[in-house]
């Protein structure tokens, strides 16, 4: 993927706001209209409130990258954070 634009914030739930104007930007830029817009902004906002909460740890010293790209049929967003992951392979059974 080529990332086309990018945007880095601090792990606080108040950047958000920062988040949703940058995907309001991009769908402005490239005409989406407003039901896939309400998609894209759903699904990055939750994305990016995970990597604060639970990456981060809400950590502000900790930033997350939204990376925003795309190729000819679909927009890409990438999310990524400075915690310590988790291997899913070696996840409890929640049941």
Do not use: W
Not at 50 to 77: C, L, P, Q, R
């Amino acid at each position: 993927m080529n990332v086309l634009k990018k945007i880095t914030i601090a792990s606080s739930l108040q950047n958000l706001l920062i988040v949703q104007r940058f995907i309001e930007e991009l769908c402005e830029e490239y005409n989406i209209n407003n039901t896939i817009f309400g998609n894209i902004s759903v699904a990055v906002t939750e994305a990016v409130k995970n990597a604060i909460t639970h990456g981060n740890k809400e950590n502000n010293t900790k930033n997350v990258d939204i990376k925003f790209g795309k190729d000819n049929k679909s927009f890409i967003f990438i999310i990524h954070d400075q915690g310590n992951g988790f291997d899913y392979n070696n996840l409890p059974d929640p049941t």
